[in-house]
């Protein structure tokens, strides 16, 4: 059975901080990892990363997957109290569905 | 481009009845899938559909089911309703071979 594991499943940062969430994957078929981020109700996309090695930038937010270690993280530097939420990590298997982690619950206090 | 909508957006039903959610995707996209997202499951996967075709199921029992319609919009129907099946329903479009999914707002039912 597929399984994809984030930790920690909850974090408490103060503005300006940087913050490292983790992802492990265990997939047959393995095609894609996702980051989402859920602040009220729709996961909204963040990156898809295909290739071991190669970071993916978004502003302060950055990825990177480990193909070799079965593992992605998700940095986000200078914390900002608006990116208080959900991340959620998800993979993409041959089988088209997506397989989520529990997601991290990240509080960002001023 | 508009982007996934779901109605209605809440729910309350009782156990034993039956409710019908309705998803429209992203103009263009041919592929929906359902997932149910609960505080201590997280988000789990219902199924796909595909031009019309279920093209994979998760382990659900079968009082959950759906169908996809021409026009791409897609239904998910639970049956005999539990009060295990409250839950956030979401449901999400994919462009054709593309695993990027885009989700809806969901619904969110409560079974009393």
């Known amino acids: 059975e597929d399984k994809v594991v984030q930790s920690p499943l909850s974090l408490v940062v103060h503005e300006g901080d940087t913050v490292t969430l983790n992802c492990s994957y265990e997939v047959t078929n393995f095609r894609s990892l996702l980051w989402y981020k859920q602040e009220k109700k729709a996961p909204t996309f963040l990156f898809m990363l295909t290739s071991s090695g190669i970071e993916k930038k978004s502003g302060r937010l950055s990825s990177i997957l480990d193909k070799k270690e079965l593992f992605s993280i998700l940095n986000i530097t200078a914390t900002q109290t608006g990116d208080s939420a959900v991340y959620l990590c998800c993979s993409g298997a041959g089988s088209y569905q997506l397989t989520f982690g529990k997601g991290t619950k990240l509080s960002v206090i001023p | 481009k508009a982007g996934v909508t779901q109605t209605p957006r809440y729910l309350i039903k009782t156990r034993g009845q039956q409710v019908t959610l309705s998803c429209s995707p992203i103009s263009g996209h041919r592929s929906v899938s359902w997932y149910q997202q609960t505080p201590g499951q997280g988000l789990q996967f219902l199924f796909e559909y595909f031009s019309e075709t279920q093209r994979n199921k998760g382990n659900f029992p079968g009082r959950f089911s759906g169908r996809q319609f021409s026009n791409s919009r897609s239904e998910m129907n639970v049956s005999t309703l539990e009060l295990g099946d409250s839950a956030l329903y979401l449901c999400?479009?994919?462009?054709?071979?593309?695993?990027?999914?885009?989700f809806g707002q969901g619904t969110r039912l409560t079974v009393v």
């Open positions: 999400a479009s994919r462009d054709q071979g593309n695993t990027e999914a885009f």
